[in-house]
């Protein structure tokens, strides 16, 4: 049980990809992508992942099993900017963490925050073995200072299994500063939804448990008209099972957002998965003790069409101002961590059929 970590420099990236390391059947290879982002692809004997180790560390591309699980975007590959909506399409963007979410009038932070692109001056690869196998992974550090408000140290991880087409996903948050520290986090994971795809997760779907959000967002706008989408929103509010199976019919453009009130299984952790046709899944598990809130995204438009199952996170995706006000701000003492962590992938059909009855026996105790 041992990890080796390798940094990673800017001069090993160039436009043709090279493999870099290679651990058993898992591979690391590196590149540089037309417009200068770099990109390092981990891939298993199920697929690949394409991360961002420079920007935001985000996890650009997932494919497993011959299937994109990434959302549909405008975007065919990152652009180098720390501007949230001009590059755009991840499978998964870390948020936060002074503040995250939409700003209102009275907020002065950017969309989601300054992790969704920020850019890490340490990146480096993770080689290693432990209970679950080898893998190759991912890891950084990205140190935000802004003198008389703010210091923090933000750490990703993400680990690649040789035989699994599951990941573990985490982030250490530290504050550095003498005082405490107000934060919030989001794991934005958008998954690309499939027509006639359920929707199964470890919470109620009640309107009291599972709760639209009647407001539209200003930086959205719809391809039909908007009274015609408020009225689909009200539909959802009393009747929130209508959103469970992606039919085309729906009206999920320009979003639809839920507020969403989960059950934790024996060991602290909440389950969604995107059930495709064929039986294959998408798969989400966070831990409820430090993400303990979020919401479900879907936008289906012609240009965007994304599931973000659920977005694990500390706080409802409403800006600072308007989450401070609900008391959904966190804490972090002087010198003091928090760690979130979470799974995500793909489950084959059997364990799919066994995750499916896994949540029925948590919702059966509700």
Not at 94 to 99: K, L
Not at 105 to 119: I, K, R, T, Y
Not at 285 to 300: F, N, P, Q
Request: glycine letters at 6%.
């Amino acid at each position: 049980m041992s990890t080796t970590r390798i940094q990673l420099q800017h001069a090993v990236f160039s436009d043709k990809e090279t493999v870099f390391v290679e651990h058993g059947s898992v591979t690391a290879s590196v590149f540089r992508y037309e417009r200068g982002v770099c990109g390092v692809r981990l891939t298993n004997q199920h697929g690949h992942l394409i991360l961002l180790p420079f920007q935001g560390q985000q996890i650009w591309e997932c494919q497993l099993a011959d299937r994109n699980l990434t959302m549909k975007s405008m975007f065919s590959q990152p652009n180098p900017t720390q501007e949230y909506l001009a590059t755009y399409g991840a499978f998964l963007v870390h948020c936060g963490a002074t503040a995250m979410g939409v700003p209102s009038q009275e907020d002065s932070h950017p969309l989601h925050g300054e992790l969704p692109n920020a850019p890490y001056t340490q990146a480096y690869l993770l080689v290693g073995e432990d209970e679950r196998g080898t893998f190759l992974g991912l890891g950084g550090q990205y140190e935000y200072t802004i003198a008389f408000n703010h210091h923090y140290l933000f750490e990703p991880c993400v680990k690649f299994y040789a035989d699994s087409t599951v990941f573990p996903v985490s982030a250490t948050l530290t504050n550095l500063k003498n005082t405490d520290m107000e934060y919030m986090y989001m794991a934005h994971v958008n998954f690309r939804p499939q027509d006639q795809g359920r929707i199964v997760y470890s919470a109620p779907c009640t309107p009291e448990s599972t709760r639209v959000s009647i407001n539209v967002p200003a930086h959205i706008k719809s391809s039909h008209p908007i009274e015609d989408f408020r009225v689909f929103l009200n539909l959802l509010k009393d009747d929130p099972a209508k959103h469970t199976v992606l039919t085309p019919d729906l009206l999920l453009d320009p979003e639809v957002i839920f507020f969403i009130d989960y059950l934790a299984d024996e060991d602290g952790f909440a389950h969604s998965m995107h059930v495709h046709p064929d039986g294959y899944a998408g798969y989400l598990k966070h831990r409820l003790a430090e993400l303990d809130r979020g919401v479900r995204w879907i936008c289906r438009t012609p240009d965007q069409d994304a599931l973000g199952l659920f977005l694990p996170a500390t706080a409802e995706h409403q800006g600072y101002t308007a989450e401070k006000t609900k008391g959904h701000l966190k804490v972090l003492p002087a010198g003091a961590s928090v760690e979130f962590f979470l799974e995500t992938g793909l489950l084959p059909p059997e364990e799919a059929q066994k995750m499916e009855h896994k949540i029925q026996k948590i919702l059966s105790f509700a």
